[in-house]
């Protein structure tokens, strides 16, 4: 384990909680891969019910990390978050993500695979893809308009254009929205209220509503093939450097 990454069962629920506070949760690739672990793990372990993805106060997750982008931008993306993304996305187990501070990128697009969604009241989400010269992933381009509309879906993932907590309860991307001070318990609650439920009438509930879920993995797998290309752009490569070498 990269040591970023914090895995704990208690009782039914295992909670996942991204611990990089001094890069506001920037996900590495031994993060990604130590998630894809915990999460696969899940599934077979029968006593796990439900998984709660959380991070740390004033960061939910900033994002994949940009130094890996820029090391990145000759071969590609990089298979570790890539399997992150199918992981995610086929999990068997509810998920629940406890929302706090910033949600940028792949933090803002994991949380539309979640079943369940707590944020406290000062989170922003955003997905500024575009402007760094890539595109969405995680399948976001289908999932967002899906959950979102067209419009609004547009007006994040193209035009960048952050959301509030309280637009983002509006948009159908989160169910609620609490005290910051609370997101934490209220979603571990809540993962304790699934997690109490007959497990397999919830996992026969929720294979059926997620019953376009080869659809989902066909369109992580395309945005990935075009993601790679624009990783070695130019373009890509001179936002990745402007940001790390930016001035506070
Ligand atoms: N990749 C690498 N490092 C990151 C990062 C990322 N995605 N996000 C934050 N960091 C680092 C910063 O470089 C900084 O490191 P330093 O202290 O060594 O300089 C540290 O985390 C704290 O970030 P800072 O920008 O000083 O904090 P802030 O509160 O002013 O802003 C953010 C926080 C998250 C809004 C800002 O850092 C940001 O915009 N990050 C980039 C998010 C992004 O574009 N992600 C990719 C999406 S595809």
Redesign the pocket.
């Known amino acids: 384990m990269s040591g970023a990454i914090e895995v704990k069962d208690d009782g039914a629920v295992r909670t996942i909680r991204m611990n990089r506070p001094?890069?506001?949760n920037?996900l590495t690739l031994a993060m990604y891969a130590d998630m894809t672990r915990a999460l696969r793990q899940s599934d077979e372990i029968d006593a796990i019910r439900c998984i709660m993805i959380a991070g740390v106060p004033g960061a939910f997750c900033?994002?994949?990390?940009?130094?890996d982008f820029l090391n990145a931008a000759g071969g590609g993306l990089d298979p570790r978050a890539h399997e992150f993304l199918h992981a995610l996305a086929r999990r068997q187990k509810p998920l629940v993500a406890a929302v706090n501070g910033?949600a940028?990128?792949v933090g803002t697009t994991m949380l539309l695979h979640c079943d369940h969604v707590v944020a406290g009241s000062g989170a922003v989400l955003s997905t500024?893809?575009i402007k760094?010269g890539?595109i969405p992933e995680a399948a976001s381009t289908l999932l967002a308009p899906m959950r979102m509309g067209y419009a609004r879906a547009f007006s994040m993932l193209v035009m960048g254009r952050p959301l509030s907590a309280a637009e983002a309860k509006d948009a159908g991307i989160v169910n609620t929205v609490v005290d910051s001070a609370e997101a934490h318990d209220v979603a571990l609650a809540a993962a304790r209220e699934i997690a109490a439920l007959p497990p397999r009438t919830v996992a026969v509930a929720r294979g059926l509503m997620r019953s376009h879920l080869e659809e989902i993995i066909k369109q992580i797998d395309t945005e990935s093939m075009h993601f790679r290309e624009l990783l070695q752009s130019d373009e890509a490569r001179a936002a990745f450097a402007a940001?790390l070498a930016r001035r506070?």
């Open positions: 001094e890069k506001k920037a900033a994002g994949n990390d940009i130094t910033v940028i990128g500024p893809f760094l890539l940001f506070k």
